[in-house]
């Protein structure tokens, strides 16, 4: 390797920080990562993950974990912001850490830092370059996927780890210094970059080999965003041509298991197989979707696909088709009718290639039930027989359990359990006996597969979940369970804050997607501390159960918040009071204060968009759980925060759900009128008209010091740009539905 | 005397003996070039190819999406036929034509798809008098251009396949199936396809469309769509590449000029997409203006300035050819392209004396 090349500059094997380019999701930067890692042996990897989510992230690299994927509910829909995944990059060098017991830190921003409503994916940018739209008319590329394809997709067969650096760097400079030169690096990105690099600089004094592991377009200014770089020479063709070395026998095992997403599920077939199967694999998944829409695809079009493909690459010059040969030959041999009939079916091809959105797995996967631990534990509880049974948890230990079991089934939504009645009354601090009866259905549960999110990528249901069990009983235990242990037997007093803490980051990151995963792994270190349980005592058990209850519940609940808030509106508000009202007549095990902490804690760690916060504390002021002077603050801290609309947005899910708010709270009237007299008349109406109905039915307008204002604008001529007719009669809707006119 | 048109075999002559010379890539049996430069022919190559001690420069023939041209030349070495499908205009017949030329050297082996075509005409005929007089002999078989291109390994273009009837459409299945065509009439006699022998057929979508074709024919055919051009840059260097020859070929000696290219690509482009260049919504046509009929309208427009005009450039004058174009449409399309000549162009006539040159022929339009 020339002493003046771009792998000499980043990943010099003697640097002491090293910066490693990936692409995201692809298999081939996974390889090159894997052999890389064992070459430089770095004593810390440092990872493009939010900071903080370390211990998290340790727990999906054990084997057993099944591959989740992240995202965040707020990104846009179709944005995945972490890919998690047997064949991520990342995922790669985390394992890499955990297995040869080195450190390894994330370097993103944090959760609570990133401004997720600015997020921007930086393969945005490459696709928008200049340098990307050159370089794909010399290549005779379609997009940037296709390049990627070609030469580092299927072309990573026989280059060296130095060569394969070396020519990506070579093209990312040329990217980045575009983008540097005309300024359209996006603002978010220069901040999660300066972070990154100062997280990099913290630890640069402490380790002394680093491996910095990035997207690629960060990888290029985190060593030095102002080198030079010469544009001339920028596309080298030499490269284009070189082929990259086989030495893969440890793939098929890096990368074993996981199917689906995005172009990856192609390359991951493409690396498993190394022969004509990822195709004929192809061609498999494609005909089970379009067999859903009835289309008939006989074995004489399967043949043509197959041997159009192969041919196509040939033409291409590609050593083993790509995505785009594939598709271009499946769009030749299967289509027979007009355009728009194409594009359902290409619709039908995204969907087995790629899911209904990034970051998801495709319903075609199968999709397996815990049906083992399912069907042993009613069989350990005796269950198995019956068709009902009446409990009486608070006064029989044995009940308690078998109680919490099938409340947690009937959270999963099985079908197995279904409560039929309970009879219990909840006081302050008081539990009151009570006993609960339970329609079983241990039969059901080969149909309830749909239900759980639990999925088993292997090939068979028995061995994979087999496995899973064994190791759920004889492994190590969890990392962030044991910490709850730990607390719980060492009586530290903050160990719900412990759990909440953890929960929210849970939550935050797994509400929309594996939150199930999760909570199996929960259940995992509960049911170790179960097989432990001669060491506990049985309050301590009964309390982790009740804190166990509180995690199900809470995070199931606030999920659908999550879920739905960016959505629907109303859906925002009759979630919040189906939480409610679901955790004040189930919640029967729990502290109920505690239960109302970890609900605040929750709803104020950004879990949610402003409007169902609001919404939320709003319900909770309403049964005074809350003091006033908390939504205060609350309110102010979001004033100096965010913006005005935002903060209209907490106000009003305030008052939406808590009118009373305006009749026992001063401050609150003195603050509305502070707010209103700031609003211009362009951003009045969103906020004015709401209030004005509200302030109207239970108010009177004569508090209002902005009375002739509010009238002016709101009975006006509605000009202003913000004023929406429909979201007013939802409003109103929904009121009426509580027999409340507006 | 000079030709209207030269067959695509006689025109690119040189530089299809210079592929050929140069041809280094495996080929199909009976193929005169490899798929790769076949390729190279149709979508033009950087690379001047030596031949009796010239260099031969390939140049671009047909503008569109490489990757078409690739899944065509594909298809043609299968087992199946190529059935080109796309709106009127977009340049399938040409791609045919390039095709045969260049894997088979004969663009002529051709049937034109149409409601009188009768099985005779794929098949063969019989010439009647000869069998009289003669007796059942093959010299009495009156081959068509299936017959022919089984007999001689080559390809047959079938142009507007769907315009002809159904049950004439399907006599097709038992030929592309077994490649075997029979002649009871004389002694049984059995024509078996050669290698080589293989069908492009074109379909517009507007007309009859393929779903006008029986499922068993389709099965035959591997379909490739071709799009109309969406690039600015692609569209002008197609109308530059056509409309240039074809008046030095008609020796109207007037040089095209690029800005006039670029405002009748422009507009084309733009009524086609419903949007203008810069993304603002307009009125969509029902009907599709392809990139031959903006071909059609330069053509007319220094035709028009060459022999009325004295060569002089009027742009006003291109708006009187869009209304001949305009007039097969109805009258909705009319309307909307009038529509697009009050806001658009208008707004551009302000700051564009090209575009006001232009506008000034509006009252064509009224």
Known sequence: ????????????????????????????????????????????ILVEFSHGIELLLTQLTKNTTFPVCITLSEIKKGNSLYLISDYSPEMVSIKYAVDHKIEFECIDVPPFLLSTTNYTETEENILTNKYTQQLLKETSCR???????????????????????????????????FDEMNQSVDLNIIERESYMRFRINENSLKYKRILVVTGGYHSVALKDKNSNFNIANSFNTSYLKAIIPASMKDYHTIYQGMLGMRHTNFYYHFHTFRNDHYIIRMIAEFNSQLKKNNTLITAADELMVYEVTYKLAQLRGN???????????????FFKTDIIMNDIYLESLEASLVGSKIGTVPESYKVYPIIEDIMNTFKRFGLHNLSSITLHPTSKTKDLEISRFLNQLSVFETGLAVKKSKESVYEFNVLIPHSESWKLNANKVIETSQL???????????????????????????????????SILSGETNVTQLILDETAVLIKYFATIDLMVIINILLQGINEKEILGETLSSKLLEKSFLIYDFIVQTMYATSNIVYKSNTDYKNTIHAFLKLYKYLSKNAYLLDKQKLIDGLLFILDSDTTNNLSLGISLGVLLMDEYVEHKKFVEKMQMIRISNTKEELYDFILGV???????????????????????????DEFGYFAYFLRSIIKRFLGEEKLQLKSRIK??????????????????????????????L | MMLIKDLAEVKYKEELDALIANDTYNKPENWKLSPQKVLEFICGSNTKYQYQGKAYEIKKKWYGNKEVVEAAVITLTTDRGLLLVGIPGTGKTLLSELLSAAICGDSTNTIQG????????????LNYNMLLTKGPSLECIIKSPIYSGMESGKLVRFEELTRSLLPIQDSLISIMSDKVLMVPEIHNHLVQGKRGFNIIATSNTLDKGV???????KRRFNFVEIPTISSLLEEISMLTSQVQPFLTQNQIDITIKEDITKLIATIFLELRDGKTIDGSPIEELNNSVSSADGIGIMKNYYSELYYYNNKKESPALIVKHIKSLLNRFPEGDQKAVLGYFNTIVKNRSKQDELWAALYKGISYLK
């Open chain 1, 143 to 177: 997009n940037y996927d296709e390049w990627w394809a070609k030469y580092f997709e299927v072309g990573v067969d026989n280059i060296k780890i130095e060569d394969y650096i070396d020519q990506f760097y070579h093209h990312l400079k040329a990217i980045r210094d």
């Open chain 2, 114 to 125: 149409m409601q009188g075509l009768t099985i005779e005409d794929i098949k063969y005929s």
């Open chain 1, 712 to 741: 002016t604008v709101v009975f006006g001529k509605h000009q202003n740009t913000n004023y929406n007719p429909l979201i007013e009669k939802e409003i109103i809707q929904i009121f009426r539905t509580w027999g409340i006119e």
């Open chain 1, 655 to 681: 008052i939406t759900v808590n009118h009373r708010i305006l009749t026992h709270n001063d401050e609150m009237i003195i603050y509305i009128n502070q707010l209103l007299s700031e609003l211009s008349d």
């Open chain 1, 319 to 333: 050593k083993y088709p790509t995505l785009y040969d594939y598709i271009d030959a499946v769009k030749t041999s």
């Open chain 1, 452 to 486: 759980l999110t639990l999925v088993n990528y292997g090939e068979s249901l028995n061995s994979g979940y087999k496995n899973f069990i064994k190791f759920k009983l004889k492994s190590e235990l969890k990392q962030f369970p044991y910490l709850l242990y730990n």
């Open chain 2, 211 to 217: 779903n006008e074709m029986s499922h068993a024919l």
């Open chain 1, 1 to 44: 390797m020339k002493e003046n090349s771009h792998f000499n500059y980043f990943c010099n094997y003697n640097s002491p920080v090293v910066y490693f380019p990936i692409r995201h999701d692809s298999p081939a930067s996974c390889l090159i990562l894997s052999q890389y890692i064992k070459q430089y042996q770095p004593d810390l």
